[in-house]
């Protein structure tokens, strides 16, 4: 077993309190990474999603997982699933500051995530209080105008990694 945090880093104009937060239908935020086997150590060529409310039998057990898959090379099993309360919103502070901070955190047996991909279903708040839902980070950057400070806003320099935790 292993636990992984997913850590995001970027620089952040007037903005404050980035998080993956789903649509603005209310759905939640689903994670897509590239996995490696941990049998024989391919890694997809596709990315592979994770929602943390999906949550499907392992086989030949009697727990569940957010993600439950075999490999294509070796036929090894491995699953993933999402550990709730170990994450944070990005902040303007943290930004200014350089910091990695939590997003996500991954109780990964048999597989491992390897590479994150920023999609849309980012929430974040304008230092003047302005509401953005919906962003989406599919190009590594996000601009917009904010009515309020009558001023630009972004996210711009996305950076991922994954961490080892306990």
Known sequence: MVLLLLEVKAELESITNLVPKGGS???EYTFFFK???GGCGTVSDKETSVTPSELYDIPKSKGSANLVQKCKFCDKQGNITVVPGRDK?????DSESGKFVPIGCFDCRGIETVEFSFRDGWAAEGLTGTKFVDIDLSDGEWSE???KAAA???ILNLEHRFVVTK
């Open 145 to 147: 105008y904010d009515e």
């Open 89 to 93: 919103p990005y902040t303007f502070e």
């Open 25 to 27: 239908d209310g759905s």
């Open 35 to 37: 996995i490696k086997c």
């Open 152 to 154: 630009s806003v972004g």
